[in-house]
């Protein structure tokens, strides 16, 4: 199993950018499809962005298409989320996550394996 380690986390106000770091350890990372979730207090783990095994394929919710940009360092075993012009909804503890799925038709909580422990990211209005 990958053990996922999640960085870059914080405060920043609205309009302002973030860079989170997904570093991966005991496997190696171009084996997992990878994906970003967020959970924010009170509400439901969702999906943020996602990238195929070789990063030609990226996938993202609509509320942050045009916004985040997911990338993978496969050398590196790393994955990246950029934020750019964050607003105060985005606040919420952010997962990083690996699937072992050759294939995934839905990028879901459910079709992941292994998760990090979480990184908080607050946006101030």
């Known amino acids: 199993q990958v053990q996922l380690v999640e960085s870059g986390g914080g405060l920043v106000q609205a309009g302002g950018s973030l860079r989170l770091s997904c570093a991966a350890s005991g496997r190696i990372l171009s084996s997992y499809a990878m994906g970003w979730f967020r959970q924010a207090p009170g509400k439901e783990r969702e999906f943020v962005a996602g990238i195929s095994r070789s990063g030609v394929g990226t996938y993202y919710a609509d509320s942050v298409k045009g916004r985040f940009t997911i990338s993978r360092d496969n050398a590196k075993n790393t994955v990246y989320l950029q934020m750019n012009s964050l607003k105060s909804e985005d606040t919420a503890v952010y997962y990083c996550?690996?699937?072992?799925?050759?294939?995934?038709?839905?990028?879901?909580?459910?079709?992941?394996?292994?998760w990090g422990q979480g990184t908080q990211v607050t946006v101030s209005s």
């Open positions: 996550a690996a699937s072992r799925k050759l294939y995934i038709s839905s990028w879901s909580v459910s079709a992941f394996d292994s």
